[in-house]
């Protein structure tokens, strides 16, 4: 079986065996392919667009396009870079794949379990194809989904990726096209979806040369905290809205991959009707969405809820990692002072109704309004986690949980985020509670490597604990290869104490999802789910599953004992989990600090209504 995607754009390799390239260069007047030791002219269409149709390449030359006989610089859309962001293109025939996975059909969203994970630090070789080798073990865990963090070619041999700047070559660093269309296909035989998280609010600071000679991919006027903003909605922004949608495809077809989650959408301007975010779901719907489940998903910090409405099918809750988090470590500081009041009430307000700012005031964003109503929407439509690779990398000292939290009341939360309806995503390593930081890491060009480390050091200097610039230094340079090099998981670790009680409890909870849960969050309403708090650190919360069961959870998430009314636990009432022992003994006297009890009526024992 083959796949492609055609593109508008790029080098295509043709029926007949030519090879067209094809580029958008509007502020160009002469375009030439460099092909070996062949310089051939592009023909000069209408709109900005130069082409080259040729018998001269074909799949695995290596080439790039001269600017106006001066600058030779790579295809943006080029699909393989083997020598990185500043050297020549690679042409790739999809066709030249044979896929084997023609029975995958993928997964309905209530299996998911998302695992994100980094491909070049997740394994020591830090290859497409070494993470193959850790797929039974994620099966086993109970993950049903990789997030791979972008692969985009980004500059250098060490990135988060999110500084890509060819968005459509996967990096070299790990490995050529077919070890990531391998991967997926193996992922696919062991029943795993596999999800990419891309970039579309910005082009990385390196290797970036589109401004040369198509300008109008950026705005002029707007601006996002990692350059200069992409043009969606201005002159000339049809072709770069046509980029970005292909590149949507591009993924989902010609690699087979079963949802995106985009990245910080709301560091995307555009004021078009659609705009770019509707656009996108309506071609993947009217696309590979006929034939297979594909799931897109949003990291979006202005809690746009109608984008749930709209085709995407779930949104990071950053609202449920900051209230859970403040309530383990106590911490106050950035982000996390919006959530320093009634946490409780916050962190039920996300348990029922999925955002906690719906539209309140941001005190962190100096009082600005926050968010839209949610609280018609399934449950299902929000991804929780206690980690991912923002929340732990962008401390200075990229710090896990199990490092800032007691392991009681870590469990305690966790049991939270796994056995509540709303999807869950682990980070990598954090289910074996590795205590390896994840830091920040990069590769630039000396000159920006300085910029990048003092900015890094001067990002912290609001908070208190780095207010000392001697402190400041202590952190770690992204750009030393020791960075990088702390930040790869350690799995000899894996078998020790206490990591294999932290795996078994992962999988333990896991387990009882699908057992229990899963097969009932299909259909499941919104707007019906009910919340309150019992003092000032407990909470009881009750849901309506789709198949008519209620799936409810007392938690005390303090450090004092809470009595519980016979109300709230009736005598006789069947525990599916609870954290502490205590809590199955016959008195039921309350909850004990840091734990929490879940309990499932179904409509066939007559407990529900």
């Given at each position: 079986?083959?796949?492609?995607?055609?593109?508008?754009?790029?080098?295509?390799?043709?029926?007949?065996?030519?090879?067209?390239?094809?580029?958008?260069?509007?502020?160009?007047?002469?375009?030439?392919?460099?092909?070996?030791?062949?310089?051939?002219?592009?023909?000069?269409?209408?709109?900005?667009?130069?082409?080259?149709?040729?018998?001269?390449?074909?799949?695995?030359?290596?080439?790039?396009?001269?600017?106006?006989?001066?600058?030779?610089?790579?295809?943006?859309?080029?699909?393989?870079?083997?020598?990185?962001?500043?050297?020549?293109?690679?042409?790739?025939?999809?066709?030249?794949?044979?896929?084997?996975?023609?029975?995958?059909?993928?997964?309905?969203?209530?299996?998911?379990?998302?695992?994100?994970?980094?491909?070049?630090?997740?394994?020591?070789?830090?290859?497409?194809?070494?993470?193959?080798?850790?797929?039974?073990?994620?099966?086993?865990?109970?993950?049903?989904?990789?997030?791979?963090?972008?692969?985009?070619?980004?500059?250098?041999?060490?990135?988060?990726?999110?500084?890509?700047?060819?968005?459509?070559?996967?990096?070299?660093?790990?490995?050529?096209?077919?070890?990531?269309?391998?991967?997926?296909?193996?992922?696919?035989?062991?029943?795993?979806?596999?999800?990419?998280?891309?970039?579309?609010?910005?082009?990385?600071?390196?290797?970036?040369?589109?401004?040369?000679?198509?300008?109008?991919?950026?705005?002029?006027?707007?601006?996002?905290?990692?350059?200069?903003?992409?043009?969606?909605?201005?002159?000339?922004?049809?072709?770069?809205?046509?980029?970005?949608?292909?590149?949507?495809?591009?993924?989902?077809?010609?690699?087979?991959?079963?949802?995106?989650?985009?990245?910080?959408?709301?560091?995307?301007?555009?004021?078009?009707?659609?705009?770019?975010?509707?656009?996108?779901?309506?071609?993947?719907?009217?696309?590979?969405?006929?034939?297979?489940?594909?799931?897109?998903?949003?990291?979006?910090?202005?809690?746009?809820?109608?984008?749930?409405?709209?085709?995407?099918?779930?949104?990071?809750?950053?609202?449920?990692?900051?209230?859970?988090?403040?309530?383990?470590?106590?911490?106050?500081?950035?982000?996390?002072?919006?959530?320093?009041?009634?946490?409780?009430?916050?962190?039920?307000?996300?348990?029922?109704?999925?955002?906690?700012?719906?539209?309140?005031?941001?005190?962190?964003?100096?009082?600005?309004l926050r968010g839209e109503p949610s609280r018609d929407l399934p449950a299902t439509a929000f991804v929780s986690f206690l980690q991912n690779h923002d929340q732990i990398g962008n401390r200075a000292f990229g710090?896990?949980?199990?490092?800032?939290?007691?392991?009681?009341?870590?469990?305690?939360?966790?049991?939270?985020?796994?056995?509540?309806?709303?999807?869950?995503?682990?980070?990598?390593?954090?289910?074996?509670?590795?205590?390896?930081?994840?830091?920040?890491?990069?590769?630039?060009?000396?000159?920006?490597?300085?910029?990048?480390?003092?900015?890094?050091?001067?990002?912290?200097?609001?908070?208190?604990?780095?207010?000392?610039?001697?402190?400041?230094?202590?952190?770690?340079?992204?750009?030393?290869?020791?960075?990088?090099?702390?930040?790869?998981?350690?799995?000899?670790?894996?078998?020790?104490?206490?990591?294999?009680?932290?795996?078994?409890?992962?999988?333990?909870?896991?387990?009882?999802?699908?057992?229990?849960?899963?097969?009932?969050?299909?259909?499941?309403?919104?707007?019906?789910?009910?919340?309150?708090?019992?003092?000032?650190?407990?909470?009881?919360?009750?849901?309506?599953?789709?198949?008519?069961?209620?799936?409810?959870?007392?938690?005390?998430?303090?450090?004092?004992?809470?009595?519980?009314?016979?109300?709230?636990?009736?005598?006789?009432?069947?525990?599916?989990?609870?954290?502490?022992?205590?809590?199955?003994?016959?008195?039921?006297?309350?909850?004990?600090?840091?734990?929490?009890?879940?309990?499932?009526?179904?409509?066939?024992?007559?407990?529900?209504?």
């Open positions: 079986m083959k796949r492609r995607h055609s593109m508008p754009f790029g080098a295509e390799v043709r029926a007949d065996g030519r090879v067209r390239f094809r580029l958008w260069a509007p502020a160009a007047e002469q375009v030439d392919l460099c092909l070996g030791d062949w310089i051939l002219p592009m023909t000069a269409l209408e709109g900005g667009w130069f082409e080259l149709i040729t018998d001269r390449a074909g799949a695995g030359s290596h080439y790039c396009v001269r600017i106006n006989r001066d600058r030779c610089v790579p295809d943006p859309a080029s699909r393989f870079q083997p020598y990185d962001v500043h050297g020549p293109s690679e042409v790739i025939d999809p066709g030249g794949f044979r896929w084997q996975d023609g029975g995958w059909k993928g997964r309905p969203w209530e299996e998911t379990v998302i695992y994100e994970l980094h491909v070049g630090a997740f394994m020591p070789e830090g290859r497409f194809s070494a993470v193959k080798d850790r797929l039974d073990y994620l099966v086993e865990l109970g993950v049903t989904a990789i997030e791979l963090m972008p692969v985009a070619d980004f500059p250098g041999i060490r990135n988060w990726g999110y500084d890509g700047v060819l968005p459509f070559a996967p990096d070299a660093c790990y490995g050529r096209p077919e070890d990531l269309k391998d991967l997926v296909q193996t992922a696919h035989t062991k029943g795993l979806m596999v999800f990419l998280d891309v970039v579309y609010n910005h082009f990385g600071p390196e290797g970036n040369y589109l401004h040369a000679y198509a300008p109008q991919f950026f705005s002029q006027q707007r601006h996002t905290p990692w350059g200069g903003a992409i043009n969606f909605d201005g002159p000339g922004s049809r072709v770069v809205r046509d980029f970005f949608v292909h590149n949507a495809l591009y993924w989902l077809e010609e690699y087979h991959l079963d949802g995106l989650r985009l990245d910080a959408v709301h560091a995307i301007f555009d004021d078009s009707d659609p705009d770019i975010f509707t656009e996108i779901a309506q071609a993947v719907r009217q696309g590979p969405g006929k034939a297979r489940p594909i799931h897109l998903i949003l990291e979006n910090d202005r809690n746009a809820a109608h984008y749930l409405r709209q085709g995407y099918r779930a949104q990071w809750n950053d609202d449920i990692h900051h209230v859970l988090h403040s309530l383990l470590t106590g911490e106050t500081e950035g982000y996390y002072q919006d959530y320093a009041s009634q946490p409780v009430w916050r962190l039920g307000r996300c348990l029922t109704e999925g955002f906690a700012y719906q539209g309140e005031p941001s005190r962190y964003r100096g009082g600005a710090e896990r949980l199990v490092m800032l939290a007691e392991a009681r009341a870590l469990r305690a939360t966790i049991a939270v985020i796994l056995l509540a309806p709303a999807p869950p995503l682990l980070f990598m390593g954090e289910e074996f509670g590795t205590t390896q930081p994840f830091l920040f890491f990069c590769h630039f060009e000396p000159a920006l490597a300085r910029a990048v480390t003092e900015g890094r050091h001067n990002e912290f200097a609001r908070f208190k604990d780095f207010a000392d610039p001697a402190v400041r230094a202590t952190i770690p340079d992204p750009n030393e290869w020791a960075t990088f090099e702390r930040s790869k998981l350690d799995w000899e670790r894996l078998t020790a104490p206490p990591h294999a009680l932290w795996l078994e409890f992962y999988q333990q909870l896991l387990a009882l999802r699908h057992q229990a849960i899963v097969p009932r969050l299909a259909g499941m309403p919104g707007g019906e789910a009910q919340f309150h708090r019992l003092g000032e650190r407990g909470l009881s919360v009750r849901w309506r599953l789709g198949d008519g069961a209620t799936l409810r959870l007392l938690a005390n998430l303090g450090a004092e004992f809470i009595p519980i009314s016979e109300e709230l636990w009736p005598t006789g009432e069947k525990i599916l989990y609870a954290t502490d022992p205590e809590c199955a003994t016959a008195t039921r006297a309350g909850l004990p600090p840091w734990s929490v009890v879940w309990f499932l009526d179904t409509p066939h024992n007559g407990h529900a209504p």
